[in-house]
């Protein structure tokens, strides 16, 4: 079975960071594409980064603006997102996905964690 568990999520106030991590099971870190995902509430499901396990390509949704980078440790099975520069905009549930195929659009993944909330206040 794949799993996936999001945390590090929390209260923060605009311009904080926080760093978020993906632990996954198994080899999917190191030999798939993990996505980053958030959703607010009433919002669809947005692209956030993906990185893929082969060659540690990545991909960012143009709203990080440099902000936000993901990275992967192997040997931890775990993804991370260091979100820096923290916006009340950035408030939402983020998930973190795996998919075979790297992709950006959600309905590519077909397995997600739980998912961690970041609320950020003004």
């Known amino acids: 079975q794949v799993h996936l568990v999001e945390s590090g999520g929390g209260l923060v106030q605009a311009g904080d960071s926080l760093r978020l991590s993906c632990a996954a099971s198994?080899?999917?870190?190191?030999?798939?594409?993990v996505g980053w995902f958030r959703q607010a509430p009433g919002n669809e499901r947005e692209f956030v980064a993906f990185?893929?396990?082969?060659?540690?390509?990545?991909n960012y949704a143009g709203f990080v603006k440099g902000r936000f980078t993901i990275s992967k440790d192997n040997a931890e099975n775990t993804v991370y997102l260091q979100m820096n520069s923290l916006k009340v905009e950035d408030t939402a549930t983020y998930y973190c996905?795996?998919?075979?195929?790297?992709?950006?659009?959600?309905?590519?993944?077909?397995?997600w964690g739980q998912g961690t909330q970041v609320t950020v206040s003004s």
């Open positions: 996905a795996a998919s075979f195929i790297p992709a950006t659009n959600f309905r590519g993944y077909g397995y």
């Open positions: 198994t080899r999917i870190v190191s030999d798939w594409t």
């Open positions: 990185i893929r396990g082969s060659d540690d390509s990545t």
